[in-house]
């Protein structure tokens, strides 16, 4: 992912952490352990921020991401002698990756 | 009460229209990459699999979002910085040491905190490099 990759992933972390910050208000005072995130660990709500470098980092781990599953479909597919890229191919390295990442 | 209910499908509503709108957003990167890494290996890639891979990464990058926040607050912190990523990677170690390197990179660069277009096309002409093979 590029530059305006880390602006993407940054606002999809943000809706998420939001997403969850929301859920921890609601089930304020209520004893809740489920929750991995403890109650007692913030006192204020505040959402969780990423640093400039961080959001970078996880960007390159998706780009890495999408880039090994294309490239190991491919190597299947190339294997069958065919010249695209088919589900049946992403089929095949689903698993694997899946466990690699 | 009834307000409360209101204003939570609201809410809802709201984080679902975002949430959609970022997902497009992220197919068109998503689609932009793989197409660069299926003509390094002389592959079209068909629609399908591009939603997909889409579909795969981006719930990948909400698992990631999740960790990345549990990790944080296990070390007292409010931000996530990058030994955190490095962290979500462990269990890999090709793409954890990768991502090391990556970290070091940054870190080095980190004189100048403006980030110029350049840097980019050299991280990109440098990367495929760094794609790992590992099944």
């Given at each position: 992912m590029d530059t305006d990759g880390t602006d993407l992933i940054h606002a999809i972390f943000k809706l998420v952490w939001n997403r969850k910050s929301i859920e921890r208000e609601r089930n304020e005072g209520t004893d809740n352990l489920d929750s991995e995130v403890g109650a007692g660990t913030s006192k204020k709500n505040r959402s969780t921020t990423a640093n400039a470098n961080a959001l970078k980092m996880s960007s390159e781990l998706l780009r890495l991401f999408v880039a090994e599953a294309?490239?190991?479909a491919a190597t299947i597919s190339d294997a069958e002698g065919a010249s695209k890229i088919e589900a049946t191919h992403l089929e095949r390295i689903l698993p694997q990756l899946l466990l690699d990442f | 009460m009834d307000e409360r209910d209101y204003s939570d499908f609201e809410r809802e509503e709201e984080d679902e229209s975002t949430s959609n709108v970022l997902k497009d957003r992220f197919r068109l990167s998503v689609?932009?990459?793989?197409?660069?890494?299926?003509?390094?290996?002389?592959m079209e890639v068909s629609e399908q699999v591009m939603g997909c891979i889409s579909d795969l990464a981006f719930k990948f990058s909400e698992q990631l979002a999740k960790d990345l926040e549990l990790f944080a607050q296990h070390?007292?912190?409010?931000?996530?910085?990058?030994?955190?990523?490095i962290l979500s990677a462990h269990r890999n170690e090709h793409l954890a040491s990768s991502l090391r390197l990556y970290s070091s990179e940054l870190k080095g660069k980190e004189p100048q905190p403006e980030k110029k277009r350049k840097k980019t096309s050299k991280k990109e002409g440098k990367t495929p490099s760094a794609a790992l093979h590992i099944s």
């Amino acid at each position: 992912m590029d530059t305006d990759g880390t602006d993407l992933i940054h606002a999809i972390f943000k809706l998420v952490w939001n997403r969850k910050s929301i859920e921890r208000e609601r089930n304020e005072g209520t004893d809740n352990l489920d929750s991995e995130v403890g109650a007692g660990t913030s006192k204020k709500n505040r959402s969780t921020t990423a640093n400039a470098n961080a959001l970078k980092m996880s960007s390159e781990l998706l780009r890495l991401f999408v880039a090994e599953a294309v490239q190991r479909a491919a190597t299947i597919s190339d294997a069958e002698g065919a010249s695209k890229i088919e589900a049946t191919h992403l089929e095949r390295i689903l698993p694997q990756l899946l466990l690699d990442f | 009460m009834d307000e409360r209910d209101y204003s939570d499908f609201e809410r809802e509503e709201e984080d679902e229209s975002t949430s959609n709108v970022l997902k497009d957003r992220f197919r068109l990167s998503v689609i932009k990459i793989a197409e660069a890494e299926g003509k390094k290996n002389n592959m079209e890639v068909s629609e399908q699999v591009m939603g997909c891979i889409s579909d795969l990464a981006f719930k990948f990058s909400e698992q990631l979002a999740k960790d990345l926040e549990l990790f944080a607050q296990h070390a007292g912190r409010k931000s996530v910085n990058m030994d955190d990523v490095i962290l979500s990677a462990h269990r890999n170690e090709h793409l954890a040491s990768s991502l090391r390197l990556y970290s070091s990179e940054l870190k080095g660069k980190e004189p100048q905190p403006e980030k110029k277009r350049k840097k980019t096309s050299k991280k990109e002409g440098k990367t495929p490099s760094a794609a790992l093979h590992i099944s």
